[in-house]
């Protein structure tokens, strides 16, 4: 048997343990160092670069270490390159003043790369619902474009996952029900100071609002107009609606009826096993407490005031 070539060999053994699609992205892809200036963000990036004490941490490591763990971007038509994955690295590069940033440079088509760019940042220990709601619509937006295309490069999503519609593939890739993720991509349609809520439920903000997942879906049918309207209506009753709140107030859209009194009469309905709440005036009670105190010490601080106030007065009674 004949001598083979090392260059042989290697491509005997890289086909034995690479599939094709995955020696046709190495070979589109290499690494080199880029000025951060030269990336732009990827358009419409669902996931928040947050500046909280996990990026002062990063971006400490980074300064000490270096970008550890390359950067994704795509080259783009004017010679620029947009990331794909990697916004906290690049933010933290930054911050770091890093001259440039390590990346992977790949070719990659606009559906390619949004898949990729939610898939990578998935893998966060945190997502907020507001980024699990805007990633599945562009994910599943892009899944939908490339079971469409049937030229010879391209077999429909359907005849590859053996007829499974795009949102079957998508719930099982990250382990959510085809109803769940229905029930995310619902809140894209809702004004963002209504979506902050729900991220708030997650993030547990003192003083903030919160809402859960079922009532902002409910709400995500409301007109913009009516949301703005529940909206000032939430804020001075400083409560947020129950599900069943929601579902009527979505009843009465749907047949023309909501309205600022509607919504009024709504959310002022005592909820199932609610407690009377006392309310008073935040201007009465701001001159006692420093500005930006949290609304549950502001209550704990006149609870025990009225404690000190009851002792007293019994004292005087004796």
Do not use: W
Not at 1 to 23: C, H, N, P, W, Y
Not at 164 to 193: A, C, F, H
């Amino acid at each position: 048997m004949g001598k083979r070539s090392a260059a042989g060999l290697l491509t005997s053994v890289d086909s034995i343990f690479t599939t094709q699609e995955e020696r046709d992205n190495a070979q589109r892809s290499y690494v080199t160092d880029l000025p951060a200036a030269e990336i732009s963000d990827f358009p419409n990036h669902p996931f928040k670069v947050r500046m909280d004490q996990s990026m002062v941490e990063l971006a400490e490591s980074v300064k000490q270490h270096g970008v550890l763990v390359p950067s994704l971007v795509r080259p783009m038509p004017d010679g620029s390159y947009q990331m794909v994955s990697g916004h906290r690295r690049k933010r933290a590069a930054e911050l770091a003043d890093l001259p440039t940033v390590p990346c992977i440079i790949r070719e990659l088509t606009d559906d390619e790369a949004i898949i990729v760019m939610v898939d990578s940042n998935l893998q966060r220990e945190q997502i907020l619902p507001s980024e699990k709601a805007f990633a599945y619509k562009m994910k599943l937006e892009a899944m939908k474009r490339q079971g469409q295309r049937t030229d010879l490069t391209s077999v429909p999503v359907a005849q590859k996952s053996g007829g499974k519609t795009s949102r079957q593939l998508l719930g099982e890739q990250v382990g959510e029900s085809q109803d769940q993720i229905r029930r995310y991509i619902r809140l894209t349609n809702l004004i963002p100071e209504l979506l902050d809520m729900v991220d708030n439920s997650v993030l547990k903000e003192a003083g903030k609002l919160q809402m859960a997942l079922r009532p902002a879906v409910e709400l995500s049918y409301l007109s913009e107009a009516e949301q703005t309207a529940l909206l000032e209506v939430m804020e001075g009753e400083i409560r947020t609606p129950s599900h069943a709140q929601a579902i009527k107030m979505r009843s009465f859209s749907e047949q023309g009826k909501l309205n600022p009194d509607v919504i009024l009469s709504i959310m002022q309905e005592e909820k199932p096993n609610q407690v009377e709440q006392f309310k008073i005036p935040r201007e009465r009670i701001d001159k006692f407490f420093k500005p930006g105190t949290p609304a549950q010490k502001i209550e704990d601080t006149i609870v025990k005031a009225l404690e000190l106030y009851r002792k007293r007065e019994r004292a005087m009674e004796r």
